[in-house]
């Protein structure tokens, strides 16, 4: 047995139990710690699977932002947790759970491995048209033209994410801040950490979102970390998260979708379609929509880990 088949058969086992685990544990926040680490091993497979792209974003957002977001929502959920001692479920309605689960597991796996030798791919045709846009990343590549309309509306769906997580909020606290006031020892551990590690949190950041169009990375990646920057200062309370009815910060929500939707309104006047670049100006194009994303991306996911509006703007 060489080195990488024993890591792989090691990355299956530790995958598959903790899956098990994550769906077994009976405690929220075991469960989601659980999930986390889940993420985390599944950066590690695409890694192994060559797949970077998929790997960075996977580690950003699996195992970082998804996990902020379910840690918070059992914390709010912890007062209705069912204490240790409560009744379980009965035998019955657990084995018919099990057997769902089972029967859906077989269903997926029966899909792949059913699928026609080779498999139908139009990787070929995009490789072949790949140098219209001046863009060495295949996925980036893929991403920003090939599914360009599949790009655009993720970020109206972010957008709209937002908009339903303010919505929760009461009415009297529209046009306030989102979540609570952080308070922290202003020479503490966690301060000292967001004023050395944000400069380079940063810099990283960027750096993947120029890199994404021709190596592994890109805008979703570089700003999940600049997020991450955002709420590391906020959560050290080196500053407060802005006003809703801050005319700059709404500017920078729409910025995204807004840059993409006049891109392709201009591929519809001036070119063949709906987001057809021009040739000459097809890679600067999709710069321009890939800085405005960063942004957009940024700010959303740091709105959505900060929560519904609970405070006024007054300070």
Partial sequence: MTFALALHIALAGMMLGLAAWTIAARETFAAVVGFVVYGLFLALVWVRLDALDVALAEAAIGGGLNGLLLLGAAARLRAAEAPADA???GASLRLLAALLSATVAAALAAAVLLLP?????LAPAAAANAAATGLANPVTNVLMAFRAMDTMLEKVVLLLAVVGVWSIAPDHFWGGRPGVRHQADPQGTLAFLARVLTPFGIVVGIYLSWTGASHPGGAFQGATILAAM???IMMAGLADTPPMNARRLRLMLI??????LLVGLGGLAFGAAFLAYPAAYAKPLILAIEAAMVLTVAITLGLLVAGPPERSAAP
Avoid: D, I, Q
């Fill in 87 to 89: 009744e379980r479920p």
């Fill in 117 to 121: 030798e080779p498999a139908p791919t």
């Fill in 230 to 232: 955002w709420l590391l």
């Fill in 255 to 260: 910025a995204g979708p807004a840059v993409f």
